[in-house]
C-alpha cells in the first residue's frame, strides 16, 4: 500500500483560513467514509482531530473541519492560531481491511 | 483518564527481534481495539497493525511476515513482536486506541524511539 499524498508544507498567517489536501485512490480515500486527521507537535502524542471525513472528537475546536470529494481529502483550519503549528497527518481505511496514513504536512503560522 | 504508556529496549541489535510493550492505564482494554503506528526519524507515521481485545489481528502487508501483536487482558497490556529488525526498523513506535476498527486513534501514548544498531 502506498502512502496517501499530501504537501510537505503550507502557511498561513493568524486568522487566515488554510487547506491541506490528502490523495489517494479508489481503494482507499475515494472508497470510504474512513478518513481521519491527526494534529502531531514533535516530542508530543499525536491527536485525533477529524473522524469519518468531517466528525470532530469531543474537546476539537470547532474551526478545523474535513470534507472529501473523490479521492482526495482535505483538512480546512480557519481562524489560524499560533497554538496550530504543528504536523498534520491523514490516514484512510483501505479495500485490504488496513490503514496508511499520508506523508504528513508542516503547517508553519507566520 | 486514560493513559498509554510503551516500553522496551531502546536499542536493538540487527536481525533481531524488537519488542515493546503498551499498558493501558485508567480504563479497561476490552471492547476495544489496540495498535500500534512508527514514525521514522525525519519521515512520517506508518500504521504497524492492531489487535482487538478478543484476539483478532489486522498487519501492515509490509511488516506482516515478520510481525506479532498479542493482547493480554488480564494484565491491561498489548504487545509488538517486530523479528530480522534492520536500520530501516528504527522509528519512535506508538500505541494507541481505537473504539471501533473503523474508528481514528483516539488514544496515544507518549511514543518511544527504538534505534537498531549494532
Known amino acids: 500500500q502506498s502512502a496517501l499524498t499530501q504537501p510537505a508544507s503550507v502557511s498561513g498567517s493568524p486568522g487566515q483560513s488554510i487547506t491541506i489536501s490528502c490523495t489517494g485512490t479508489?481503494?482507499?480515500?475515494?472508497?470510504?467514509?474512513?478518513v481521519s486527521w491527526y494534529q502531531h507537535h514533535p516530542g508530543k502524542a499525536p491527536k485525533l482531530m477529524i473522524y469519518?471525513?468531517?466528525m470532530r472528537p469531543s474537546g476539537v475546536s470547532n474551526r478545523f473541519s474535513g470534507s472529501k470529494s473523490g479521492n482526495t481529502a482535505s483538512l480546512t483550519i480557519s481562524g489560524l492560531q499560533a497554538e496550530d503549528e504543528a504536523d498534520y497527518y491523514c490516514?484512510?481505511?483501505?479495500?485490504?481491511?488496513?490503514?496508511?496514513f499520508g506523508g504528513g504536512t508542516k503547517l508553519t503560522v507566520l | 483518564q486514560l493513559r498509554l504508556q510503551e516500553s522496551g529496549p531502546g536499542l536493538v541489535k540487527p536481525s533481531e527481534t524488537l519488542s515493546l510493550i503498551c499498558t493501558v492505564s485508567?480504563?479497561?482494554?476490552?471492547?476495544?481495539?489496540w495498535g500500534w503506528i512508527r514514525q521514522p526519524p525525519g519521515k512520517g507515521l506508518e500504521w504497524i497493525g492492531t489487535?482487538?481485545?478478543?484476539?483478532?489481528?489486522y498487519y501492515n502487508p509490509s511488516l506482516k511476515s515478520r510481525l506479532t501483536i498479542s493482547v493480554d487482558t488480564s494484565k491491561n497490556q498489548f504487545s509488538l513482536n517486530l523479528s530480522s529488525v534492520t536500520a530501516a526498523d528504527t522509528a519512535v513506535y506508538y500505541c494507541a486506541r481505537r473504539s471501533c476498527y473503523l474508528c481514528g486513534h483516539d488514544f496515544w501514548g507518549q511514543g518511544t524511539l527504538v534505534t537498531v544498531s549494532s
Open positions: 479508489s481503494s482507499d480515500v475515494g472508497g470510504y467514509h474512513y
Open positions: 490516514s484512510s481505511y483501505t479495500s485490504s481491511s488496513t490503514w496508511v
Open positions: 469519518d471525513v468531517r
Open positions: 485508567g480504563g479497561s482494554s476490552t471492547n476495544y481495539y
Open positions: 489487535i482487538y481485545y478478543s484476539g483478532n489481528t
